[in-house]
């Protein structure tokens, strides 16, 4: 790469460094990231130093918080990571109801600092997972059904442009409108501020069943999800549990069908709603009120970094035909060696358009399915049996993607509606003509 160390920014880990492999590691174990270089800055100027670095150099630009998404971009051949974990800082003003996050915070940290001021952010189904990446991406979590995504909750995001410009986003700004929900392809984030809600606690848990009362269970809860409230964010499930001694008893190396949901509002309105389900006769019922900061951890995603293959998809519809071929390819006698495939219900808030690249979800439920390859030879078998569950899915979706779900490379541009697309299209071509970003799907090719 021809530079020497004196011009190399601070933070910069190279091939052959003993942090090296630490600092090019994703999230999700099965992606092998091989950067020219890893920047770790802890400052806004320090990002600034890297951009100016990858540019003299002729390296593009990746950048990650955690790497949880990172297995559709590749192995970043030609590029420069900018690993964001060394800015973690949160701020909240309870007064305003704003949380500003820096660029390498994950949603924990901002739960920590809400929670005492019984606020709630659209947060995901994981502690773990980076706060700008996932709203950048859209943000898809246990209160959108009422409040929307996350994306379209943020107020202005400080970036550092490709040129290596310093900027703050805000109000009417198109870099604003791209940067909600229109992936990581324009600038590299150094904060992310956005709206917090006055939600202290919420009604929440899992319904459990045997697995082979997927088709019956799965059938039931599509039927019920055209009954209920924009307050109740559900999600139905197959689960093949490993035996894992962290896991709790009825769940380690069980095979089970369970629909989770979030309850916002009055507790007795919500057994109300859950009666239906209830009488289906669960094994296991673990709802109950419990603080808001606590749905981080209802999804029961793995706590540290693990090797996972996944992928999904929208779904316009959830018939019986639906649920019958899902229960086929992923379910009882299926053969399927997938840890999880869950269909999580969209519809409310999430129809409504916000302001933003993405400004609603088009679709009715959301498809994603993933398989942990814990030893060699599995992840053909995953891949294998995604595609099965992709296609038996086909024919009732998968016109629009949500890139939050596409771990796969994808087309991005089914993200966005037409003149969405050509929008960000437009943005992009000024910010960063010469495409050095290097983000986990391209929203706007400009060629």
């Known amino acids: 790469m021809g530079t020497t160390a004196d011009v190399a920014p601070p933070g910069l880990v190279r091939p052959g460094s003993p942090d090296w492999d630490a600092a090019r590691l994703a999230w999700n174990l099965a992606v092998d990231q091989h950067p020219e270089a890893v920047a770790v800055p802890r400052s806004a100027e320090e990002v600034a130093a890297a951009v100016a670095w990858a ?34 800082g949160v701020t909240v003003d309870p007064a305003l109801r704003i949380a500003r996050a820096e660029g390498g915070a994950i949603w924990q940290d901002v739960v920590d600092v809400a929670s005492p001021h019984g606020l709630a952010a659209l947060h995901g189904s994981a502690h773990d997972v980076g706060v700008a990446g996932y709203t950048l991406g859209g943000g898809l979590g246990w209160l959108a059904r009422r409040h929307g995504l996350a994306c379209n909750a943020v107020t202005a995001v400080e970036a550092v442009l490709p040129d290596g410009t310093v900027t703050r986003a805000e109000g009417d700004d198109d870099l604003l409108w791209a940067m909600r929900g229109g992936g990581g392809a324009f600038g590299v984030v150094t904060a992310i501020e956005f709206r917090l809600l006055p939600i202290a606690e919420v009604y929440a848990g899992w319904l459990i069943w045997p697995w082979e009362r997927s088709g019956e269970v799965l059938s039931a809860w599509a039927e019920w999800c055209e009954t209920v409230p924009e307050d109740i964010t559900s999600v139905g499930r197959l689960l093949q549990l490993p035996p894992l001694p962290e896991l709790p008893e009825p769940m380690r190396g069980a095979k089970l069908v369970v629909v989770e949901a979030c309850c916002l509002g009055d507790r007795e309105e919500a057994d109300r709603i859950l009666a239906p389900l209830r009488a289906l006769g669960p094994v296991e019922d673990t709802f109950a009120t419990m603080p808001a900061g606590a749905l981080t951890r209802l999804h029961m995603d793995p706590p540290e970094p693990v090797p996972g293959i996944a992928d999904g998809g929208l779904l316009d519809s959830l018939p019986a ?26 519809g409310g808030a999430l129809d409504r358009a916000g302001d933003g690249a993405l400004a609603y979800l088009d679709g009715a439920f959301a498809l994603f399915a993933v398989g942990l390859p814990m030893a060699p030879g599995m992840a053909e078998a995953i891949d294998a049996a995604i595609d099965r569950v992709l296609g038996a899915m086909a024919p009732f979706g998968f016109g629009r993607r949500y890139l939050n779900f596409a771990e796969r490379p994808c087309d991005a541009r089914a993200a966005f509606d037409g003149s969405a697309a050509a929008r960000l299209a437009e943005v992009r071509g000024r910010v960063d003509p010469k495409e050095i970003m290097h983000p986990n799907h391209d929203p706007a090719p400009l060629a």
């Open 321 to 346: 035909r639906a649920v019958e071929a899902l229960v086929e390819s992923a379910g009882p006698g299926s053969g399927s060696p997938l840890l999880s495939v869950e269909v999580r219900h969209l």
């Open 55 to 88: 540019r003299t150099e002729g390296l593009r630009l990746a950048v990650q918080s955690t790497g949880h998404g990172a297995s559709a971009r590749g192995g970043l051949a030609g590029s420069l990571l900018v690993n964001m974990s060394g800015m973690r």
